[in-house]
Structures are given as C-alpha cells and as structure tokens.
C-alpha cells in the first residue's frame, strides 16, 4: 500500500493507492519544511491528513512517496522523521524528495531524459533514470524563470503598456479582469506573492490563444526557456513536462520542442499519474 503526496507551498494533494490503483484522493494545505517549523507541519498532517485514512492503511504495510518544494538535500531527513512518526512507520517506508525529482520519474521513469516543471515557476534537471545529474538554475521569475507563468504575466503586462501588444487586447483585458494600470501596479509593487498574481495571466492568454500577438508571447516564452535552460544540457532528445502551463499550451509547446530537436515524452499537468507508473515498474 502506498500514498504519493505531491506537495507545495499553497496545497498537497494526497493520492492512496492500494494495488496499483489510486483508490482515494484528498486534499491539504501546502507542506514546506524549508519555510515550516516541525510543529506546523506535524499539526497539518494530523488534524488534515490522518484524519482521511482509513484503519486497514494505518499499518506497517504502508509506504509514503512525498515530493514536496523545500525538500532541500538538508530538509528530506527532517521530512522523513515528521512522516515517520505522524504515520507510525519506519524510515525505510518513507521516501522524500523534491518536486523536481518527483516531475523526472513522472516524465521519464526509468530512464534518461530532461524533465522540466512549467507552472507559476520554471525548473528542469538533466535526469540518468535513477537521480538528477544537472540542473540549470531558475533563478527565480525576476532574474529566471522562462517559460513560465509568471514571466508569461510579466512580459504581457509589458507589452499591454508599452504598446507592442494591440491596445484592443489591452482593453479586451482590462475589462474582463476589472482591473486598471494602478491596480496591477498595485499588486505587482506592494502587495504579496507577485509571481502568483502575474501567473494568472495564463487563464486569460489560454482564453484568447488565437489571437496571434499571444500566442507568439507564449511561444517566445517557451523559445527561451529552451535556450537558455535546456540546450545547456547538452545532446539529449528526449524531454518531459509538468505543470499548468505545459498543460495548457502543450501543442505550442510541442511545436517549440521539434524546432529545438527535442522529442517530447510527456506533458502533464500533475506527476501524479507518471509517478503511479514509475512504481507500478
């Protein structure tokens, strides 16, 4: 019997899978050990977590998968003590890792490739079917972070107020969101989280994709997210994703991928159903 927990800063969505097959799902708040004190972490998954499990899964049969953000090389043996004692299990039935380690074995399993997360944020590693070997840092949507949603955000709102994207999308935008120039400036320089507000972007960009100014945006995202975060790798052809923006613009992704010479694998919004395969193997 195995849970795979694929966990964020906002939520962590639990999948209990019992011969081979996902039997339940839940949901709850996001698990970081890099930004969470033990206690924190401990109360979230007894009042949210344990609390959904049944009796015959609360055994010693039991394995836990937990992919999580902030699960640095220094954070996965605090993890996996708080898992341990929480679920009652030995060590050695409790498995943390980082979310991109989680996205390389959704994308690739066993074998080698590059796996890459494309959502609010961007990451990728070179993967040899067991670890990640390289890894070209994000740096982060101010410094980093092509391909993503938030620099998506970042360069429509650019382009909106700058002039080179058309001003009737600029209107069309404006008032579909019931927002202003002050209001986004607002929320972009004073407020929390600028990177997941800029995100949002997507949901309109993905309503409006026929238009061609977006989707040369979004194609010139994922065109430098290639350059400047995969090619580093080196000759490898094989490539997969994970992510709400992979998702959602997958068949420009495609399409970038060949002009680049990349054969994509596999493009998913969750890792939940390639991490399912990668244990069933």
Not at 8 to 22: H, L, M, Q, R, Y
Not at 57 to 73: E, R
Not at 160 to 188: A, C
Not at 242 to 260: H, M, Q, R, T, W
Request: glycine share 8%; proline share 4%.
């Amino acid at each position: 019997m195995l849970i795979i927990a694929d966990s964020g800063s906002t939520k962590t969505d639990w999948f209990v899978v019992k011969n081979n097959e996902i039997t339940r799902t839940f949901r709850s708040q996001g698990i970081n050990p890099f930004h969470q004190k033990v206690n924190e972490i401990k109360y979230t998954l007894k009042e949210e977590v344990l609390c959904m499990m049944s009796e015959e899964f609360l055994s010693s049969d039991l394995n836990i998968a937990f992919y999580g953000s902030g699960c640095t090389v220094e954070k996965i043996p605090v993890m996996q003590t708080i898992l341990g004692e929480v679920f009652s299990l030995p060590l050695q039935n409790v498995e943390v890792a980082g979310d991109l380690l989680g996205a390389a074995r959704a994308v690739c399993g066993h074998e080698s490739g590059i796996a890459c997360i494309l959502g609010t944020g961007a990451n990728s590693c070179l993967y040899d079917g067991k670890e990640i070997t390289a890894n070209t840092p994000p740096l982060g949507y101010i410094l980093g972070d092509e391909g993503s949603g938030a620099v998506l955000g970042k360069r429509f709102m650019n382009g909106i107020f700058k002039g080179w994207i058309p001003e009737r999308i600029k209107d069309m935008y404006l008032k579909e969101t019931n927002q202003t120039y002050s209001s986004i400036i607002s929320k972009v320089y004073t407020e929390p989280l600028a990177n997941r507000y800029l995100a949002t972007v997507s949901k309109f960009v993905g309503e409006h994709i026929d238009e061609e100014p977006l989707r040369k945006l979004v194609k010139d995202n994922f065109s430098d997210f290639m350059k400047y975060n995969i090619l580093p790798y080196g000759e490898v052809s094989k490539i997969g994703f994970i992510g709400s923006v992979a998702d959602v613009f997958s068949d420009i992704l495609k399409e970038v991928c060949e002009e680049y010479g990349f054969v994509v694998s596999r493009i998913n919004q969750s890792p939940v159903a390639g991490l399912l395969d990668y244990y069933r193997k």
